[in-house]
């Protein structure tokens, strides 16, 4: 899967992706993450990217048409990627958004936002809109890094099998939520593991991973 990020701000990016199991899914090339610099884009000497809001108000917007032809170019590059605008007003984004766009296997463009926001002309490039949650950020970055993320521990191969996703919190729907596990040791300063865990019974243990996920589901 490629993954083409258009931002101002590139060296956000790979402290986060050249990591653990994302470093990983680029070795093994499973993913291939590229970013294109909307600051290439900008107009006149200063290379502007930015604006004043029509109507008034404070602060800048990204201007349409440096973001337009980014992701002309980013389209160039693969012309079936899903363009993804992560954005306070767009749908939430859930485990059932990235099981569909992991299985998809097209690539993904994501547009990260700043400042302001955007120049609203520019949706009409744009597939999907993503809000990862009701507070705001100062920009698309980890938007951008949390939908990625998401998205690219999906890809079969990824995680590899003794990891499997099957029964993890939103994989059955997006309320349920996975069962508490523990490890060792057996008691930690009087907190104990439940007795049930360590019965080796599995037809019990599979009863009481069920009845406390779905517990854990209710809250
Ligand atoms: N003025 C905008 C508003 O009130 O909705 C907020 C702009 S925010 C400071 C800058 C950019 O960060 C947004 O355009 C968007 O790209 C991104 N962003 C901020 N919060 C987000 C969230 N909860 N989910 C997804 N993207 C977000």
Request: hydrophobic residues 35%; negative net charge; contains cysteine.
């Amino acid at each position: 899967m490629k993954i083409q990020i258009i931002t101002l701000f590139p060296d956000m990016f790979p402290g986060v992706f050249n990591a653990s199991m994302l470093w990983k899914a680029q070795d093994r090339k499973l993913v291939e993450i590229s970013y294109i610099d909307l600051r290439q884009f900008g107009h006149g000497p200063r290379k502007q990217v930015d604006d004043t809001p029509y109507g008034g108000g404070d602060g800048m917007l990204l201007k349409v048409d440096p973001l337009v032809e980014a992701i002309e170019l980013a389209k160039k590059n693969d012309p079936t990627a899903v363009v993804i605008l992560p954005t306070p007003r767009g749908k939430t984004y859930k485990q059932s958004d990235s099981k569909r766009l992991a299985a998809a296997q097209n690539g993904l463009i994501f547009v990260c936002g700043r400042y302001e926001g955007y120049d609203e002309r520019v949706t009409n490039w744009v597939d999907e809109q993503f809000s990862i949650g009701n507070y705001v950020l100062t920009g698309g970055e980890l938007p951008t890094m949390v939908i990625a993320d998401s998205v690219i521990r999906l890809i079969p191969g990824v995680l590899g099998g003794e990891n499997s996703v099957e029964f993890e919190s939103f994989q059955q729907d997006d309320n349920n939520i996975e069962f508490p596990q523990y490890t060792r040791p057996e008691e930690f300063r009087g907190l104990k593991v439940p007795d049930v865990l360590l019965s080796g019974h599995h037809a019990e243990i599979e009863k009481w991973r069920i009845q406390e996920s779905s517990k854990m589901s209710e809250k």
